[in-house]
């Protein structure tokens, strides 16, 4: 069965920190990959996606993600962390194209930041 | 413009009522999606629309859940005879093609 992992479960980081967060998955085709993130008290909000094309997104407010096929994985990278980016952080999986209409989100278990002033 | 919105935002019941949350999606998005957000297990996928097909109910924990979409626009997430174990945050998304956009949710209490 599809399943996606995030390694972190809660990062402290103090601001200016680089942020990185691990997002591997498990499943050998054609895959959709999104960040989605969660602020305190607001909705799910999405912060990047990736397709296909180059494996290195790029997102709102400053985020990155890679793409490494071989490694299942897509990791979010942001270099210069704010107070404001204190948040829940959720990585999903769909099927890609050719798997159907129906693009069920296949979710993490997300992982809190906290940023420091 | 007008993004998803849920209602009620919050509900609190008792053991073995029946409970029915809403969904108004983005105008023009032809699929919507139910997914439960619950302490501990994440967000899972509980049943998606698609125009006028058949839904795919695959992720309904049980025969206590039913959902329904009228005029391939609103809807409407049923839950009968709740019971505790259904205390979550159901989340509802739709989405014109490819990415999901989200309401705010609503939290569900049972007690």
């Known amino acids: 069965a599809q399943s996606v992992s995030q390694h972190n479960h809660h990062v402290i980081l103090s601001e200016a920190a680089s942020l990185e967060l691990g997002c591997n998955y498990s499943?050998?085709?054609?895959?959709?990959l999104f960040w989605y993130v969660q602020y305190p008290g607001q909705h799910l909000q999405l912060l990047l996606k990736?397709?296909?094309?180059d494996p290195l997104v790029k997102g709102i407010k400053g985020f990155e993600a890679e793409f490494i096929k071989s490694k299942f994985s897509f990791n979010l990278r942001k270099p210069s962390v704010q107070w404001s980016d204190t948040a829940e952080y959720f990585c999903?999986?769909?099927?890609?194209?050719?798997?159907?209409?129906?693009?069920?989100?296949?979710w993490g278990l997300g992982t809190s930041l906290a940023v420091n002033p | 413009g007008a993004g998803v919105s849920q209602s009620p935002s919050n509900k609190v019941t008792e053991k073995g009522k029946d409970v029915e949350l809403r969904c108004d999606p983005i105008s023009g998005h032809t699929a919507l999606y139910w997914y439960r957000q619950s302490l501990g297990q994440g967000l899972e996928f509980l049943i998606y629309?698609?125009?006028?097909?058949?839904?795919?109910k695959s992720g309904l924990p049980s025969d206590r859940f039913s959902a329904e979409r009228t005029g391939g626009s609103v809807s409407t997430l049923t839950i009968q005879r709740t019971q505790q174990e259904d205390s979550a945050v159901y989340l509802c998304a739709s989405s014109p093609s490819e990415t999901q956009y989200f309401g705010p949710g609503t939290r569900l209490l049972v007690l």
């Open positions: 629309f698609q125009g006028n097909s058949a839904p795919d």
């Open positions: 990736y397709f296909s094309g």
């Open positions: 999903a999986v769909n099927h890609g194209v050719n798997a159907g209409n129906n693009r069920k989100l296949i």
């Open positions: 499943y050998g085709g054609t895959v959709n």
